[in-house]
């Protein structure tokens, strides 16, 4: 039988393990595939309402020219003579690619939004032969909503696209068809301007319970069939296409395409309305085109910390009026609101440090005979109330806060050209000097440094010393306002580290003194 002293010991290196895993494993490991999208969605007409088939079969017609052009107070946009919105740029200047050019959402080679497929093969290959015309080729949407009228008649149907466009980057669709033919349309394909393996890339539903599905890329069945859903969103790291629908009457067939991206389409007979938006996943926008738009920002397992974290990074961020200073204030605040937990904690492994030439002592007397070992260990955590697992639950319960930090700061489109003093000038990108990498692995560790310990095995102790330098080479990588809440992080814990340590330093010597006044 184990000792408890080495549960402990084993808790706290498979802790730390597990979160060097799944940075690891999220920042380089987890695969995105490039673009290459050549599926189209056809059904046969006899064949049951429910039941879709995807057939492989030429690629619509993916360049045609401009024939709108659409001029918002955030965004240009253009629409195609296949009735598309083909282009989506954004104009503020913190949206730019790294060739310092201003970001276009959307790509020609995936199904671009208001992109209609029917279900006849005749019809759909003649929708994509067939131009539409337009009332007029430039709208202006800048200071209040403008509306354009496409049309497009085919053989045995007339297609009719009224879109409103207003100009934080959402619009209105009303689509009339002539005829009860099936059509599938897209809301877009998820934009392809931030593909990397830190988040979440693929589709959101949010079902008749208002539960949230997300398929990522690679993980879609093919042929799924989602209704009554009322919010339909591809979504990468920053970005969103997204159809919504207050009547929840969207009924959302998923595909997949050849390099197993996520593809979304709503299947419909007849008219059509709905409401859409093409831009960033920022919270202030989203919330002010529809509050239920939020829930596009999507934090993974631990958004039920993750969205009053941001909430209360924003709030700070209202105050103080500096993205990076108020990182720095939610990390003292959430340290400040752990520090009970935190202070149990690190008074339990400084009693266990002081037990440890005890517990050394017991371990030689009671050589081969681990029961009477665990006897007297146990009597002695007794006798000096000491808890073998009170340093670990600490860290345990902040393991979902980091997680749930963790995803906010990575997903906080808000960042992207924030500034924090001298050398930083995009929180949402990597430290180009790699200072904050450093100094957050120098205080981790001095923190280590400073910290009791107790391991007897000489190989748990080297790896110990190692992951300071293990987590600044990864730090490396990060954004820089994740590597400055761990930096920060760090300085907290030194500063309650230093603290406990003098407050136990006092108790013990009170005690010494007390043992010699009463002898």
Known sequence: ?????????????????????????????????????????????????????TNQSPAPKQTSKTIATIDGATYTATIDELGRISTFTLKDSKFKNENGEQISLLKPSSPLPLEIRFSNS???EESFKVAYSTNSDKID????????????????????KNITFYPDGSYDLDLKVSSNDEYFISAGFRPVVAVDGYTVHGVLLRKDD???????????????????VD???????????????????MEVFIQNDNEENTLSFVRNIGNFTAKGYIGPKDYKILKAINPSL???IEYGWFTFIAKPAFLLLDWLYS??????????????????????????????????????????????????????????????YRKHGANPMGGCLPILIQIPIFFAIYRVLLNAIELKGAEWILWINDLAEL?????????????????????????????????????PLIFTFFFITFPAGLTLYWFINNLCSIAQQMVVNRIFERHKSQEIAEKRHGH
């Open 1 to 53: 039988m184990l000792d408890k002293l080495s549960t402990q010991k084993r808790l706290i290196i498979a802790t730390v393990i597990s979160v060097l895993f799944f940075i690891v494993y999220d920042a380089f490991l987890a695969p995105k595939r490039p673009l290459d999208i050549n599926k189209t969605i056809e059904q046969n007409q006899s064949a049951p309402a429910t039941k879709t088939e």
């Open 122 to 124: 005749a019809i759909n």
């Open 141 to 160: 949407a800048s200071t209040a909503p403008a509306t354009i009228t496409l049309s497009q008649k085919l053989q045995s149907l007339e297609v009719i």
């Open 210 to 228: 208002d539960s949230l599905e997300i398929i990522e890329d690679g993980d879609a069945k093919g042929n799924e069939i989602f209704r009554s």
């Open 231 to 249: 919010l339909l969103a591809n979504s990468d790291r920053y970005y969103t296409t997204l159809f919504y629908d207050d009547k929840r009457s």
């Open 294 to 296: 939020v829930d596009t």
């Open 319 to 380: 105050f103080i009026g500096n993205w990076g200073f108020a990182i720095v204030a939610l990390t003292i605040i959430i340290r400040i609101v752990l520090f009970p937990l935190t202070y149990k904690g690190m008074v339990s492994m400084n009693k266990l440090k002081d037990l440890a030439p005890k517990m050394k002592e017991i371990q030689t007397k009671y050589k081969g005979d681990p029961q009477k070992i665990n006897a007297h260990v146990m009597e002695l």
């Open 431 to 467: 430290d180009p000097y790699f200072i904050l990498p450093i100094l957050m692995g120098v205080t981790m560790y001095i923190q280590q440094h400073i910290t009791p310990t107790n391991f007897t095995d000489p190989m748990q102790a080297k790896i110990m010393k190692f992951l």
